[in-house]
Each structure stands twice: as structure tokens, then as C-alpha cells.
């Protein structure tokens, strides 16, 4: 890892396998503060997805089992659905859950995102795994990037209010 | 491939990868008639899942981005949930959906099942595609071929009806 890896404010993604993709951002909070904002339905709004788009939480059931749903409005108006369900939730450590995006009913991903204590600050590495190559490339080709970096910022923005 | 693999009657099961489980199975019957039964929500409960369960269909919508969710009753009483979404959906060559234990939710099983003429008879192959090879072992453990083989009979037998 390039010490690029542990500099807080910056997002790095890395493709260890052929279908994964592992991002790592470090923000300047305790990982009870991070944990909580990843799981509390009325803080999504403020932080997930792009800027330019509104997101509401239509369901986000946050326990083995529990299924969510984020509506995601662009400035147009459309609007684009994800769901998945938790896997795992512990607390302020580990959540595995599923990812889908419904304009593509049945490409499910399994993301896993571990919150580690870095004196104070806290690291997210979040790993994305898919059934094949082809749908790990075509999540890299949609702007994952861009998109995760503006989530990640945005966090990091209203961990610092 | 063994002979055995075209002999009808007989369900075949292989791991050609260490993420995958394939069946192959040959019914007499024209692949018109197989597809028709695979795709019926109505037809079903007459062979899908083991004989000492009953099945019903609680969702079944047949087409690309479509859900199907399926209730098998134990004599007991207990009621175990499956579902998932359709994928592709070829007549009469193919079918692609996702597949998933409500016991073990998240766990996303992509199911390929084609369908293959041969001379009036028909070869079914499915392929389930997993995340992990523990996924794909928990499978094979939970006793898939027993289940696979009932459910392939009940097919055949309908299929001769």
C-alpha cells in the first residue's frame, strides 16, 4: 500500500482480484462517529450518493436480515433505485451487506465495509465482490470512482460540522 | 462428458470451477413442453422442490427485471422462503434468474438453465454461479443433489402425464 493509503481526504481504489474492488478512505472522527452515520436513516440523506442528487431512504432495516432501500432523485427528476439486504452488523467494526442497483435487477454485489481505529481516526476499506469480471468492470466503467470519492467527501464534510 | 451425462433419468451433477455447481438432466419430451413447465406459475407446485413439500407460488413474473418468490411448506407446517429475479428470459433456450434462501438472506445465487433439443428429448443444464466456494460448498452440503434429483423426477413424471 502507497502512503497515499493513509492520507486522510483522499479515496483509493484498488482491484486486488478479478472481482473485487477495494476502496479505502481514512476520516478524521472516531469509528463510533463514522459507524453511526453509516447507520442512522435519518443521516443517508445528507451524505450518500453525489451532490447533484436527493436521496431518501424508503427502507433501511439495519440487522442480519434486514433489507434497505435508497431512492436517489437526479436534478431532472428521474429517479434510481438500490436495495440490498445486511449480512452482518457489527458494531462500530464490521457491515456486510448486498448492493444492487435496480436498473439491473439480479447483479447483486457484496460489499463489505470494516471501520478500523487509527488513534482517533478512523479508516473505512470497503470491498465490493461480484459474481464476474464483467460486472466488476462495468461498475468501474459507471463513474464508480468519481461517485464514491463525492459520498466520501460529503461524509467527511459533515463529520467536520 | 460420461455417456451417463445423456442418459435420461438421471440428474448429473458437476463442479467445473470452484464457484459453480452444473446439473444435467435429459427429459423426454420436447423442449417447448420442458420450457412451458420451467415458466408456469401455475405448473409449479406439480413438481418444483421435494416431494414431501408443498409448494406454492407466492410471485412469479416471468420476464427480464421480473421477481418470483416461492413458499415450500414442510409436513410440519414450516414454511421455507425462496426467491429472486429473472435475469434473461429466452423461449424456449434459456433462462437466467438469481436464487436465494430466505434463511441465509443476501446469499445471491445466479441460476443459468438452458435448454437444448436433442432429437425430440430435451437437455436441461443449469449452472449456479456463487460469490464464494464456502457459498458453493454450503450448498452442495445442504444436500442439493438428493433435492435436485426429486425435483427433476417429479418434472419427468409430469412430463409423461
Given at each position: 500500500m502507497s502512503n497515499q493509503t493513509d492520507t486522510a481526504g483522499t479515496t483509493v481504489l484498488r482491484?486486488?482480484?478479478?472481482?473485487e474492488i477495494v476502496s479505502e478512505r481514512v476520516f478524521d472522527a472516531p469509528r463510533e462517529r463514522v459507524f453511526a452515520l453509516y447507520t442512522d436513516p435519518q443521516q443517508i440523506p445528507r451524505w450518500w450518493g453525489p451532490r447533484r442528487m436527493t436521496t431518501t431512504v424508503e427502507e433501511m432495516d439495519v440487522r442480519p436480515g434486514g433489507a434497505w432501500r435508497f431512492l436517489a432523485r437526479e436534478p431532472d427528476g428521474e429517479e434510481i433505485g438500490f436495495r440490498g439486504v445486511y449480512r452482518e452488523v457489527i458494531p462500530p467494526e464490521r457491515i456486510v451487506q448486498t448492493f444492487e442497483w435496480e436498473g439491473m435487477p439480479g447483479h447483486v454485489v457484496v460489499e463489505t465495509a470494516t471501520f478500523e481505529d487509527l488513534d482517533g481516526s478512523t479508516k473505512v476499506t470497503t470491498t465490493s465482490l461480484f459474481h464476474t469480471t464483467e460486472e466488476r468492470d462495468g461498475m468501474l466503467a459507471s463513474g464508480m470512482e468519481r461517485g464514491l470519492t463525492e459520498t466520501h467527501d460529503r461524509l467527511a464534510e459533515l463529520l467536520a460540522r
Amino acid at each position: 500500500m502507497s502512503n497515499q493509503t493513509d492520507t486522510a481526504g483522499t479515496t483509493v481504489l484498488r482491484t486486488p482480484s478479478d472481482r473485487e474492488i477495494v476502496s479505502e478512505r481514512v476520516f478524521d472522527a472516531p469509528r463510533e462517529r463514522v459507524f453511526a452515520l453509516y447507520t442512522d436513516p435519518q443521516q443517508i440523506p445528507r451524505w450518500w450518493g453525489p451532490r447533484r442528487m436527493t436521496t431518501t431512504v424508503e427502507e433501511m432495516d439495519v440487522r442480519p436480515g434486514g433489507a434497505w432501500r435508497f431512492l436517489a432523485r437526479e436534478p431532472d427528476g428521474e429517479e434510481i433505485g438500490f436495495r440490498g439486504v445486511y449480512r452482518e452488523v457489527i458494531p462500530p467494526e464490521r457491515i456486510v451487506q448486498t448492493f444492487e442497483w435496480e436498473g439491473m435487477p439480479g447483479h447483486v454485489v457484496v460489499e463489505t465495509a470494516t471501520f478500523e481505529d487509527l488513534d482517533g481516526s478512523t479508516k473505512v476499506t470497503t470491498t465490493s465482490l461480484f459474481h464476474t469480471t464483467e460486472e466488476r468492470d462495468g461498475m468501474l466503467a459507471s463513474g464508480m470512482e468519481r461517485g464514491l470519492t463525492e459520498t466520501h467527501d460529503r461524509l467527511a464534510e459533515l463529520l467536520a460540522r
